[in-house]
Nanobody, 117 residues
Framework: QVQLVESGGGLVQAGGSLRLSCAASTSIFSINMEWYRQAPGKPREFVARISSGGRPVYADSVKGRFTISRDNAKNTVYLQMNSLKPEDTDKYYC????????????WGQGTQVTVSS
């Protein structure tokens, strides 16, 4: 079992920046960590992924603006969001998955990001 706690969301003007954090209750050393976002009534959307080996992957909509990183010593993954747009407004969720868990995956409770125009 892994508990994930997101933080760092808030209200920001367009063009601004936020840094989201996702703290895990256990070591993330061999775990893939991902960020998703979801608006009410819409499906959850992939944002970024960082593999256990540190390789990042981004959705086209955030490429060049968002950066995912991980600090295994702190059991934490980050999402640095720059040049924010109103369309980035969503609730952002952290996900943990990997061979260590088999087919299971774990989600945090989410943190709200609101970008005003």
């Amino acid at each position: 079992q892994v508990q994930l706690v997101e933080s760092g969301g808030g209200l920001v003007q367009a063009g601004g920046s936020l840094r989201l954090s996702c703290a895990a209750s256990t070591s993330i050393f061999s775990i893939n960590m991902e960020w998703y976002r979801q608006a009410p009534g819409k499906p959850r959307e992939f944002v970024a992924r960082i593999s256990s080996g540190g390789r990042p992957v981004y959705a086209d909509s955030v490429k060049g603006r968002f950066t995912i990183s991980r600090d295994n010593a702190k059991n934490t993954v980050y999402l640095q969001m720059n040049s924010l747009k109103p369309e980035d407004t969503d609730k952002y969720y952290c996900n943990a998955n990997g061979a260590r868990f088999g087919v299971r995956e774990f989600w945090g409770q989410g943190t709200q990001v609101t970008v005003s125009s």
